[in-house]
């Protein structure tokens, strides 16, 4: 049975604890909803628990995070150096948000605070380029989103999966070994709504109100986990 190694790098609030667990577990509750049967390992960075051996899992994936790449705390740079590492050692490695950011920052390319401002509710992104292992002709996704930080530019291997001219950088690949999402597949609706609001003073008002009211549009989260399961399944 596959393994998938969950880098949980933030805590949740206190508030939202008891009926999203963690950030793993969103994704856990994810993949198991699109039939993924799997076995999970789950690693919480903050409390300096990291794997041990390369072996423990077969794929990584490393989750979201109110810290930014370039926050002075000793786990970012250890979260690097691990990426760095497990990249030579042929590790397949998946990242959402927070953890896109690091895997392109850390390998080659950068990410930092976006002059364009906070991105949050439903966004749309239209795909550039197709991985091998990618057997689908959608022309545009759109996911939740919550982010101020971008990934500016690409690490050299690394090729554009999608973007849009607010955040051209969404969705990267570098061959069948790595892959990150700006966008939140394993968000729902009530979860960001139960989110965004502590943030406001950041966001503003009305560009928080804004994303409230587009809330109503479709989003692919399906489409794009059954991707993710095809990337981490690969043999």
């Not at 390369?54 to 790449?69: F, P």
Request: charged share 20%; aromatic share 14%; with cysteine.
């Amino acid at each position: 049975m596959l393994r998938l190694g969950l880098l949980e790098t933030d805590e949740l609030y206190d508030d939202l604890i008891d009926d999203y667990r963690s950030y793993g577990w969103m994704f856990r509750r994810f993949f198991e909803a699109l039939g993924a049967k799997w076995q999970y390992r789950h690693y919480h960075i903050q409390q300096g628990q990291w794997p041990q051996q390369w072996d423990e899992c077969d794929a990584w994936l490393i989750t979201g995070s109110k810290s930014g790449v370039y926050d002075d705390a000793p786990w970012i740079p250890q979260l690097q150096q691990w990426i760095q590492q497990a990249y030579q050692q042929q590790q397949r490695l998946l990242g959402i948000c927070f953890g896109h950011q690091i895997l392109a920052h850390s390998l080659g390319g950068f990410a930092g605070q976006s002059q364009k401002g906070w991105g949050i509710g439903v966004h749309t992104t239209h795909i550039e380029h197709r991985p091998l292992w990618l057997n689908d002709d959608q022309a545009h996704i759109r996911l939740l989103y919550s982010h101020q930080d971008q990934v500016e530019r690409l690490p050299r291997e690394a090729r554009r999966l999608a973007g849009s001219d607010f955040c051209p950088n969404a969705a990267f690949y570098i061959g069948d070994q790595v892959l990150g999402f700006q966008g939140h597949p394993e968000f729902t609706r009530e979860y960001l709504q139960r989110l965004l609001p502590r943030r406001v003073d950041s966001i503003g008002a009305q560009t928080l109100q804004r994303s409230f009211n587009g809330l109503d549009q479709a989003t692919d989260e399906e489409r794009v986990g059954r991707w993710l399961i095809s990337f981490i399944e690969q043999r």
